[in-house]
Structures are given as C-alpha cells and as structure tokens.
C-alpha cells in the first residue's frame, strides 16, 4: 500500500507522475502478463477453468486501459494546469469508473474463489491468481490513492 500521508502534501503533478509510473505503466504490463496467462490456463482446463475468467480479464484490460488513456491526456493536464474545481466533471466521471473497475474486480474474486487455486492446480495457474492478486491490490491503492488523495485535493482548491 502506498503510504498516503506522503502524498497529502506533495505537490500535485508529484502525486499525478507517481500514479503515472507505478500503476499506470504497471497496471499495462500487469494485465498483458494475465491475459497470456489465462489464455493458456483455459485452454489447458477448459472446462474446470472458470470460462468467464479470460474474457472478464480482456474487459478489465479494455476499460482500464480507456480509463487511464483519459485521465493521461484530458484530466491529468488539466490538474498540471491548476484546473481546481474545474475538473469537478472529469473527476466525477473518473470516480465512476471506479466503482465500476472495483465491480469487475469483485466478480473476478467471485468466479476465483478469490484468487485461491484450486486442489492440485499447475504452476501456470498458481501464478495467474498470484500475478492477480497483485493486481487487484494494486489497482485498490491506486483508486484510493486517486479518489482519496489527488481527487478530493483537486477538488477542495
């Protein structure tokens, strides 16, 4: 978890290239890992597999992806400029998302029995829900860290 009393003072474009390099470009390579990772999974145990895993993961993939493209290009700048309230809209809209990606996360754990392998499960699919696992945490401090943090900071400019 990242220590959010850091970020409470920082200055915002600090907190803004931190979210940049440590979720953003991680949450990218995290989910190419578990998409590769799920395709053979379910190829492999199809049928014991979870079906909905992969494209459950492939739809994360899609939204987040879209989600971070617009806080990098629309919202993001916009804070850098010193938009305070002004980016009220993008903000709420960005906390929507949220609810949303932690809605996918929730049937991820569901299907998975939360990220727990089954009985005997190959090494391929132990490291899938592990590298989940990771995952799910990471994007959970990274809504936080937003929402809690550079959002409500923004906000009260």
């Known amino acids: 978890m990242t220590d959010l009393n850091v970020w409470q003072q920082a200055p915002l474009n600090a907190t803004i290239n931190h979210i940049l390099q440590r979720y953003h470009e991680v949450h990218r390579r995290q989910l190419a890992d578990l ?7 379910s ?3 199809a049928g014991v597999f979870p079906a909905e895993v992969l494209p459950l993961l492939q739809g994360i993939e899609a939204d987040l992806s879209n989600h971070m493209m617009k806080e ?8 850098n400029q010193g938009a305070g309230r002004g980016a009220a809209m993008p903000i709420q809209m960005m906390m929507h998302e949220h609810t949303e990606h932690e809605a996918a996360i929730g049937q ?7 990220l ?9 699919w132990q490291r ?6 990771e995952f799910v945490d ?20």
């Open 116 to 124: 727990t392998p089954p009985e005997g499960a190959c090494g391929s």
């Open 138 to 157: 990471d994007l959970n401090d990274h809504i936080t860290l937003e929402n809690e943090i550079l959002f409500a900071r923004v906000l009260a400019a």
């Open 108 to 114: 991820l754990l569901a299907l998975t029995d939360n």
């Open 35 to 41: 998409i590769v990772l799920a395709e053979k999974v």
């Open 72 to 79: 990098e290009r629309v919202l993001f700048p916009m804070i």
């Open 128 to 133: 899938l829900y592990a590298q989940a696992r």
């Open 43 to 45: 190829a492999v145990h």
